[in-house]
């Protein structure tokens, strides 16, 4: 796994993803993308997002790009030719950032958590521009997955409200 920081963004490459970029351009560039990605056609996520940054007191997202997978009932992303856990990455990170965004294919869809950080996932497997276009699941500590706009709303009014 090779971590760069660009900005208000971590992201772990695993090393199908990763390469070398001296000037860090490329991973500025790839940066702000994924982080419109995860924002752009999703109206209340971005609010949420921002209200759930001033309540927690968190910032900055962590960003995991690499193959994933079910197997066993359980979500995993591969660095190599090791296979990990998600849950075990997402507990690792949880606290270190308002947000982990994982860009990791998941079959099966199990669910994961978090306790402390938001956690914006796949819901199938995927590529960035279906992600774009959708299928995206977003998990918020103390409520779960904003499955439709009217758990959307609660979570923002949760937010604001504290």
């Not at 209340?44 to 759930?52: D, G």
């Not at 790009?65 to 079910?70: C, L, V």
């Not at 591969?78 to 294919?105: F, V």
Request: charged residues 25%; contains cysteine; positive net charge.
């Amino acid at each position: 796994m090779r971590i760069r920081k660009i900005d208000e963004v971590e992201i772990h490459f695993s090393h199908e993803f990763f390469f070398d970029d001296p000037t860090q351009e490329w991973s500025r560039y790839r940066a702000h993308q994924l982080l419109f990605l995860f924002t752009m056609r999703r109206k209340l996520y971005v609010p949420v997002i921002r209200a759930f940054q001033r309540s927690s007191g968190l910032s900055g997202y962590i960003v995991l790009h690499a193959h994933g997978d079910t197997i066993d009932g359980e979500y995993r992303y591969q660095d190599g030719k090791r296979r990990h856990l998600m849950q075990n990455w997402i507990n690792r990170n949880d606290g270190r950032a308002s947000a982990l965004l994982i860009i990791s294919c998941n079959p099966e869809n199990p669910d994961i958590y978090s306790h402390t950080s938001l956690v914006l996932h796949p819901h199938k497997e995927t590529s960035l521009a279906e992600m774009y276009h959708g299928g995206i699941r977003m998990f918020v500590p103390g409520i779960g997955y904003l499955n439709d706009n009217r758990r959307a709303r609660r979570a923002l009014a949760m937010f604001q409200g504290s």
